[in-house]
């Protein structure tokens, strides 16, 4: 279920054109509001890359499908594009918390409607988070609501083998219920501060259900597939385009008149769509960057861009030599992050300081300084390593998905472990499909090799208590890291209702995070992408998944030309 959010680095690299709009900064483009009226007809014209598996809300999990969702669809709150703190959307204020942390009570805004401007209600959000639980679903973003009551053990069912009777009874446990037509209320499994995060999700879409009943499995065909967002879905021609009206029954109307996206798989023929006027945006990759920097023109409309993602070489510390917290440490500061991405990744931020949680995102902490490069500290980590875990790293392997870009990438950190350290490392190429199953199980990962992972929703919980808590989380699972004092902070932390404390907490474990050292932090998701210059009012996120997503009504083009 979690795995696919943990990524080998090669697959991030074939598709990091396609995802250009999932990874973005927090700062508004220089552009955004820069002069030019705008074009009461104006239409905006992108790629999407290729057709999406499905848009329904509550099923979707890659970025083609949740940007499709959230063109159409608000949730009870939003992001701040400056802060990514969670913010009221559809909700007129922020969430009710009784003292205990346990139950949420959320009032919706006045007037709410959905795109053909019939109303709005609780029942329509209760339904959608209410789908998202139901087995029969099968939504495979399900798991970011187990935090509410019955959630879990109603999801986990088997449809198949329950009974109807049984299969009620776990969903009359579900703790989603309409109190009114403007309040809907939350009883959750624990307190989770983290919770509001989750509230602007696509899992929590407001859907009716006499739409979805209506179209079936069709029902995100745009007769049926009607939201409350900024946009409304006219037109899909499946494997060509999908286009997309300005709802004028949402509260604020977007600027564009229409949105058009494109389906261009191969990144070559996008970008000559773009250099030919066909395209207003386009995500590029490495490859384009030279024709990129040998065009003024082109140079001059080119955006850079963070992402909500951190690739790591992870260790197996459940065995020797990574047994040694010294000699992990010691391998985490003896390469140069900048001279890889100067030289080899060529697009990423290095992480020269800061620990796994990347630049934009919540909990960033420009503070940790623990796994900086620097030899001469490393050699001493080194030389403190025990003699056993010195004695393992004879025949030492790096295990990788087996392509040339990515042998290129381990050649060059295994001679920098060489020439700082004095270890000869292995290469261990393996089919990219086996390098995958082998890191989903403890006992068959590899000493030593890549991954990432990218955010389900910008809180440090989603990177400190997902990924690293002992047995449970997805990274600790595949390294066998292990932690208590890490444990008990983070766990704190996810309940703590005060800011600050949240954060002071979170701060304090990622630093522990970053000395145990489970992983070497490599990079941090970065792309860049083009816009012309009659593009504007972007502002662009970390976790985006479609162009400007928490602002799109403010996106709009001046006269193209």
């Known amino acids: 279920m979690y795995q696919r959010r943990i990524w080998p680095v090669l697959s991030l690299l074939l598709i990091t054109s396609l995802l250009v709009t999932a990874c973005t900064s927090t700062t508004q483009n220089p552009s955004a509001s820069a002069g030019g009226a705008a074009d009461p007809n104006g239409e905006l014209v992108t790629n999407m890359g290729g057709e999406p598996d499905t848009i329904d809300p509550h099923k979707a999990q890659f970025?083609?499908?949740?940007?499709?969702?959230?063109?159409?669809?608000?949730?009870l709150m939003t992001l701040d594009p400056a802060t990514l703190k969670p913010i009221p959307a559809a909700a007129a204020k922020d969430p009710e918390i009784s003292a205990d942390g346990l139950t949420w009570k959320v009032t919706l805004k006045d007037g709410l409607k959905f795109s053909d401007g019939t109303p709005l209600t609780a029942k329509d959000f209760a339904f959608g988070f209410t789908r998202t639980c139901d087995p029969a679903t099968?939504?495979?973003?399900?798991y970011v609501l187990y935090v509410i009551?019955?959630?879990?053990?109603?999801?986990?069912?088997?449809?198949?083998?329950?009974?109807?009777?049984?299969?009620?009874?776990?969903?009359?446990?579900?703790?989603?219920?309409?109190?009114?037509?403007?309040?809907?209320?939350?009883?959750?499994?624990?307190?989770?501060?983290?919770?509001?995060?989750?509230?602007?999700?696509?899992?929590?879409?407001?859907?009716?259900?006499?739409?979805?009943?209506?179209?079936?499995?069709?029902?995100?065909?745009?007769?049926?597939?009607?939201?409350n967002g900024p946009f409304k879905l006219t037109e899909w021609k499946h494997s060509e385009k999908m286009v997309f009206e300005r709802n004028d029954s949402y509260r604020t109307p977007a600027k564009l008149k229409k949105w058009t996206k494109v389906m261009i798989g191969e990144g070559a023929v996008a970008f000559a769509a773009y250099r030919n006027n066909e395209l207003d945006v386009n995500g590029i990759s490495a490859e384009d960057l030279r024709a990129v920097d040998s065009d003024a023109d082109l140079k001059s409309q080119l955006v850079d861009v963070g992402g909500a993602a951190t690739f790591y070489y992870g260790f197996n510390v459940a065995k020797p030599p990574f047994n040694d917290a010294n000699l992990r440490l010691a391998f985490a500061k003896s390469f140069d992050r900048e001279a890889y991405i100067r030289d080899v990744q060529k697009i990423g931020k290095p992480v020269a300081t800061g620990g796994f949680i990347p630049p934009g995102i919540p909990g960033y902490d420009k503070d940790d300084t623990i796994q900086k490069y620097d030899v001469a500290e490393a050699k001493k980590l080194f030389d403190a390593?025990?003699?056993?875990?010195?004695?393992?790293?004879?025949?030492?392997?790096?295990?990788?998905?087996?392509?040339?870009?990515?042998?290129?990438?381990?050649?060059?950190?295994?001679?920098?472990?060489?020439?700082?350290?004095?270890?000869?490392?292995?290469?261990?190429?393996?089919?990219?499909?086996?390098?995958?199953?082998?890191?989903?199980?403890?006992?068959?990962?590899?000493?030593?090799?890549?991954?990432?992972?990218?955010?389900?929703?910008?809180?440090?919980?989603?990177?400190?208590?997902?990924?690293?808590?002992?047995?449970?989380?997805?990274?600790?699972?595949?390294?066998?890291?292990?932690?208590?004092?890490?444990?008990?902070?983070?766990?704190?932390?996810?309940?703590?209702q005060d800011p600050k404390k949240r954060d002071d907490a979170y701060l304090q474990a990622g630093k522990i995070l970053s000395k145990d050292a489970p992983a070497a932090w490599i990079y941090y998701d970065a792309s860049k992408y083009l816009k012309k210059p009659w593009v504007k009012g972007v502002t662009d996120t970390a976790v985006d998944s479609v162009l400007g997503e928490f602002r799109l009504y403010e996106i709009y083009v001046t006269k193209k030309g």
């Not at 109603?154 to 299969?167: C, F, H, Q, R, S």
């Not at 920098?416 to 000869?424: E, F, I």
């Not at 890191?439 to 990218?454: A, D, N, R, V």
């Not at 989603?462 to 390294?479: A, D, L, Y």
């Open 63 to 75: 970025n083609t499908e949740i940007g499709q969702v959230m063109m159409v669809f608000e949730g």
């Open 138 to 142: 099968a939504g495979d973003y399900s």
């Open 385 to 496: 390593a025990s003699p056993a875990a010195k004695d393992a790293l004879k025949g030492l392997k790096f295990t990788y998905g087996s392509s040339a870009r990515t042998k290129t990438r381990v050649e060059w950190v295994t001679q920098q472990w060489k020439t700082n350290l004095g270890v000869d490392i292995g290469l261990d190429p393996v089919d990219r499909t086996a390098f995958t199953a082998l890191t989903k199980k403890p006992e068959t990962t590899p000493q030593l090799f890549s991954l990432g992972w990218i955010a389900d929703f910008p809180d440090q919980q989603n990177w400190h208590t997902t990924v690293w808590i002992s047995k449970t989380g997805i990274s600790s699972k595949t390294t066998g890291y292990s932690n208590p004092e890490f444990d008990r902070i983070v766990r704190a932390a996810d309940k703590e």
């Open 149 to 227: 009551a019955g959630c879990e053990a109603w999801n986990g069912m088997n449809v198949k083998k329950a009974t109807p009777a049984e299969l009620s009874a776990a969903k009359a446990k579900l703790g989603v219920k309409a109190n009114s037509d403007k309040e809907i209320q939350f009883t959750l499994a624990e307190p989770a501060a983290y919770f509001r995060s989750i509230l602007y999700m696509w899992v929590g879409m407001p859907a009716r259900e006499s739409d979805v009943t209506k179209g079936g499995d069709k029902w995100t065909e745009p007769a049926t597939y009607i939201g």
